[in-house]
């Protein structure tokens, strides 16, 4: 299509399309029989095609066979309403390699028939498939955590019991002694305790529950302790429908998130700020490893700090058993975090830079007959 037919379109030109051409992502506009109608300077990078060239193509013709964004942009289309889809891979004999995107369709305003496609390529580290990554890793602790239970725990209790016997009759120096070996004892029990989750493979019983009953609890424990003095903010979506899970694994959940926010700024200032937010993103749908169907994971809840971010050589093993930064720090809980949202069917990701740093849970929704995820 030419550039007279295009402006006859009314598509936003000149200031317009030097802000396309800005935007370091690549963008496409695709009219109603399939065809590209414009690309920006990043779409020519990213097809390795002039956008001349691109204009004489179909969409299916950039994009693998049967690729999920030939259904999207039909489906954007149709409803006249945005939709991401995140993890796409559009790689095709021509163009090559690791492609994986997150797609954004949207209707072009004065253009209904006409889509804007935005391509926004994962970095590395996220093109290590995050879930597989977490799953794996708890699982890989799973074997080690249920023989720790057993071969530690009673010969610990049994230790703890002795210490306990000679405390009573222990002048004032030994009693020290034997303090210190109860409390030693019961930091391995609870480091052992904390570990057996990851061996547990019981289905987790759940039910509806309402995530801001539980955000406010949490923040209510955070706020009692370690987090005393710290600014919360809350920012809900008070008509977010509930969530199908176990209110004390999610509990869990965010209190290890709200304690790394908090532990994340050292000493807390008046600047220091968590905030939680609650938000219904329906347009989020998303492969999981070993399924061949897309699940809708529209229940989205943020713990975000203005801390110092993760440390960018720890982001590819984050979620990791054992990684910490912390000198009394287990590395747990990151590990624990994931695998209870992975239990329920969600994702965790996070996304970090200095002063910014979000984990963003996504959960399936509630379809209220048990069935648990909605899959689409
Ligand atoms: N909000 C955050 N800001 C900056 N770094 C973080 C944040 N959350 C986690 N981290 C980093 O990730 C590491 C792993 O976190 P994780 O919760 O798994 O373990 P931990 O907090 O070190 O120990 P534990 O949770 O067992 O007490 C932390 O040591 C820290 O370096
Ligand atoms: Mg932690």
Avoid: W
């Avoid at 402006?7 to 963008?27: H, I, K, T």
């Avoid at 891979?89 to 369709?105: A, E, F, I, K, Y």
């Avoid at 989750?197 to 019981?202: A, L, N």
Wanted: glycine share 6%; net charge negative; proline share 7%.
């Amino acid at each position: 299509m030419s550039d007279t037919a295009l402006r006859s379109a009314d598509l936003p030109l000149g200031a317009a399309d030097a802000v396309l051409n800005a935007l370091p992502l690549p963008v496409i506009i695709v009219a109603a029989d399939g065809r590209i109608v414009d690309a920006n300077v990043a779409a020519e990078n990213f097809f390795e095609a002039s956008v001349l060239l691109l204009r004489r193509q179909m969409l299916r013709d950039l994009v693998p066979f049967g690729s999920p964004l030939l259904s999207l942009v039909e489906q954007v289309r149709h409803r006249g309403a945005a939709v991401n889809e995140y993890k796409v891979d559009l790689s095709t004999p021509r163009n090559p390699g690791d492609r994986l995107v997150d797609l954004h369709v949207a209707p072009l305003p004065e253009r209904l028939d006409h889509v804007v496609v935005m391509l926004q390529e994962r970095t590395i580290a996220d093109k290590m498939d995050r879930q597989l990554t977490h799953r794996g890793a708890a699982r890989s602790v799973s074997a080690l955590a249920a023989m720790l239970a057993h071969e530690i725990k009673n010969p610990l209790s049994g230790i703890r019991g002795a210490a306990q016997l000679l405390e009573q009759s222990a002048g004032d120096d030994d009693r020290t002694l034997t303090r210190l070996i109860c409390d030693e004892a019961d930091r391995i029990v609870k480091l052992v305790d904390r570990m057996e989750v990851f061996s547990d493979e019981r289905p987790v019983e759940r039910e509806p529950v309402n995530i801001h009953v539980v955000l406010d609890h949490v923040k209510r424990l955070a706020q009692s302790g370690f987090a005393r003095g710290i600014k919360f903010v809350e920012i809900y979506d008070p008509s977010l429908p509930p969530v199908f899970a176990n209110r004390d694994q999610l509990v869990q959940v965010f209190l290890n998130l709200v304690k790394n926010a908090a532990e994340s700024f050292g000493g807390a200032t008046a600047e220091s700020e968590i905030q939680l937010t609650t938000a219904f993103r329906p347009g989020v749908r998303l492969k999981l490893p070993g399924s061949k169907t897309r699940v809708s994971l529209p229940l989205e809840f943020c713990v975000r700090d203005n801390g110092p971010g993760v440390p960018d050589d720890l982001m590819p093993h984050l979620f990791d058993p054992f990684v910490t930064t912390k000198p009394t720090g287990s590395g747990l809980g990151l590990a624990l975090v994931a695998k209870i949202i992975g239990d329920h069917g969600g994702i965790i990701e996070c996304e970090s830079q200095a002063r910014h740093t979000v984990f963003r849970v996504l959960m399936p929704m509630f379809t209220g007959d048990g069935a648990g995820p909605t899959s689409a």
